[in-house]
């Protein structure tokens, strides 16, 4: 059993940053890389950044490159992302997500935490 869960959303004014923490527990030695996708509403939920668990590994959205930053902490199962530079258009749930190997999909979500940007 697995369970990610999220938390370090809440509201900011544009330009500000916010941390998001994502904790991991359960089967976690099975990870093959850790990641975040948001939802903003009315439209689909999209990838923001992952990061491969064994040798740190990044890779981003290109619409936070330069803004975002993903990190984990193995000894807290915990993946965090930074996120500074926000603009009203990073206004959505953010979800983490978990999966076992490059070629599987993400199979292991997070209840989602809400991250709202004012202009």
């Known amino acids: 059993q697995v369970q990610l869960v999220e938390s370090g959303g809440g509201l900011v004014q544009a330009g500000g940053s916010l941390r998001l923490s994502c904790a991991a527990s359960?089967?976690?030695?099975?990870?093959?890389?850790m990641g975040w996708f948001r939802q903003a509403p009315g439209k689909e939920r999209e990838f923001v950044a992952s990061i491969v668990w064994s040798d740190s590994t990044t890779a981003y959205a290109e619409s936070v490159k330069g803004r975002f930053t993903i990190a984990r902490d193995n000894a807290k199962n915990t993946v965090y992302l930074q996120m500074n530079g926000l603009k009203p258009e990073d206004t959505a749930v953010y979800y983490c997500a978990a999966r076992r190997s490059s070629i599987r999909k993400w199979e292991y979500w997070g209840q989602g935490t809400q991250v709202t940007v004012s202009s």
């Open positions: 359960g089967r976690t030695f099975s990870f093959y890389a």
